[in-house]
């Protein structure tokens, strides 16, 4: 009986169809192997949190923007598909690049490295940028900031409602922070200092321009309120990193400051490249942050290990195409209500 119960389902080949779309690819994935079948694993996990009242927050690291992921992300914002994005600040920095009129470029990774900084061409991999344009957008950074009261104390999220307002009004693109704005969907970043919001924000304060108080504790204490008010909980890291321990780590704060066991995230996705054998946060396991209490104990949770750029967009696409009715129907929370309380 124990043979026949797991030898029950076959494997079946991808059948190569003329018209096929990304979802119905992705569909077919279930049935093979290996990332294949934990990419649409990971689809029809998603499609749960949408089916259900739960409360979504994604996690976003890696060089995401420069590398062409900007319209999926705010397409994945704009439709609701999550309700609270926590970002490295390099992300949100480019997405503010390019929602300005700016562009990264094609390039490649064989080049040598000191003739692109004589030239003023910075690298990511097998992306350039200009120094001279992302000097500016520093410079629109800064005299943001100076915009802003200086006398209030602001958290992430509140900056990034601010930018996004202004974004909204002078805009040349679409964008992350814009569609979050209109969206409703608030936007954090935990190490704001370790990104390009960091350097502009000091050069301000080093010149007198702005003394603009942002406290990540807000941070903190916000986004244990989201999760410890949500009926139910989902996350999804792209890659790692500060993001995903920033969001991991609500269960804790709420079990600290309630002195009750942590419930955890009951729905989980990751797609990174990492593995979790070298100890990394970026690889660190699903099962390992049950442990802590992060993850619920018969959370459904799958990991992707594949480069996010290649995953994301067909992850989305299968969401998007696969499952529209759960889409139009959903009630997505209004968090800066709650936040109000």
């Known amino acids: 009986m124990i043979r026949r119960h797991l030898l029950r389902k076959p494997v079946k080949p991808i059948a190569v169809r003329e018209h096929a779309t990304a979802g119905s690819v992705v569909r077919a994935m279930g049935d093979t192997a290996f ?7 990971a689809a029809d996990i998603w499609a749960a949190m949408l089916r ?14 420069p590398a062409g992921m900007r319209a999926v992300l705010a397409h994945v914002i704009k439709h609701r598909f999550i309700d609270c994005l926590v970002s490295t600040g390099a992300n949100l920095f480019h997405d503010l690049h390019e929602t300005l009129g700016n562009a990264h470029y094609q390039g490649s990774e064989q080049v040598d490295d000191t003739r692109l900084a004589a030239m003023g061409i910075d690298r990511i991999h097998d992306v350039f940028a200009s120094e001279a344009e992302f000097r500016k957008t520093d410079r629109f950074i800064a005299r943001f900031a100076a915009s802003l009261d200086q006398t209030q104390r602001y958290s992430t999220r509140e900056f990034f409602f601010e930018l996004g307002a202004k974004l909204r009004r002078e805009k040349k693109r679409e ?12 936007i954090y970043c935990p190490a704001l200092g370790d990104s390009s919001y960091g350097i502009a924000l000091a050069y301000g304060r080093a010149q007198g321009t702005n003394s603009l108080f942002l406290d990540p504790i807000v941070d903190v204490l916000e986004t244990a309120k989201i999760v410890a008010r ?11 990193g500060a993001p995903k321990n920033f969001i991991q780590q609500t269960e804790i704060t709420n079990s600290i400051m309630s002195s009750e066991a942590s419930a955890g995230h009951r729905y989980a996705i990751q797609v990174t490249a990492d593995a979790p054998h070298w100890g990394g946060l970026s690889g660190c396991s699903f ?13 459904k949770k799958v990991v992707v290990f594949c480069d996010a750029t290649i995953a994301l967009p067909l992850l989305v696409h299968a969401v998007t195409q696969n499952y529209r009715p759960l889409i139009r129907k959903r009630q997505a929370p209004d968090l800066f209500a709650q936040l109000a309380k």
């Open 35 to 41: 990332q294949a079948r934990n990419l649409a694993r």
């Open 52 to 65: 259900g009242r739960t409360t979504i927050l994604m996690g976003l690291a890696g060089a995401m923007i």
């Open 175 to 186: 964008g992350i922070i814009t569609a979050a704005h209109k969206a409703g969907v608030p």
């Open 230 to 240: 949500a009926r139910v909980t989902g996350v999804i890291y792209i890659a790692g």
């Open 287 to 299: 099962e390992e942050a049950q442990s802590w209490g992060k993850i619920a104990r018969k959370a």
